[in-house]
Nanobody, 126 residues
Framework: QVQLVESGGGLVQAGGSLRLSCAAS????????MAWFRQAPGKEREFVAAISWSGGSKRYADSVKGRFTISRDNAKNTVYLQMNGLTPEDTAVYYC???????????????????WGQGAQVTVSS
């Protein structure tokens, strides 16, 4: 079992950048597929990006492809989400999630992920 803690959220102007981090306060992340989801006010939580346990495979939502990059450093037990070219539509609470499964396809469904962080607020002003 792992406990996830997000950091790096904040307020940024449109066009700016932020980097979110997700660290394990307990357990190791190296065997988990890791993902970022987000939830805007009044909207359902949605998939943003995910990375396989080895880092060799990644998936992105179409809305962030080319702007966001997910990465991981298993030695530091941390996963990152680099967000560039932010727009007000990216404003949301961003959640880190871990999937115990090691299937060939990286899941994008909320129900596939077993552990969740508490979330980090990202606000993009216009």
């Amino acid at each position: 079992q792992v406990q996830l803690v997000e950091s790096g959220g904040g307020l940024v102007q449109a066009g700016g950048s932020l980097r979110l981090s997700c660290a394990a306060s307990r357990g190791t992340l190296s065997t988990y597929t890791m993902a970022w989801f987000r939830q805007a006010p009044g909207k359902e939580r949605e998939f943003v990006a995910a990375i396989s346990w080895s880092g060799g495979s990644k998936r992105y939502a179409d809305s962030v492809k080319g702007r966001f990059t997910i990465s991981r450093d298993n030695a530091k037990n941390t996963v990152y989400l680099q967000m560039n070219g932010l727009t007000p539509e990216d404003t949301a609470v961003y959640y880190c999630a871990a999937d115990r499964g090691r299937g060939l396809v990286i899941p994008v469904s909320i129900s596939e992920y077993d552990y969740w962080g508490q979330g980090a607020q990202v606000t993009v002003s216009s």
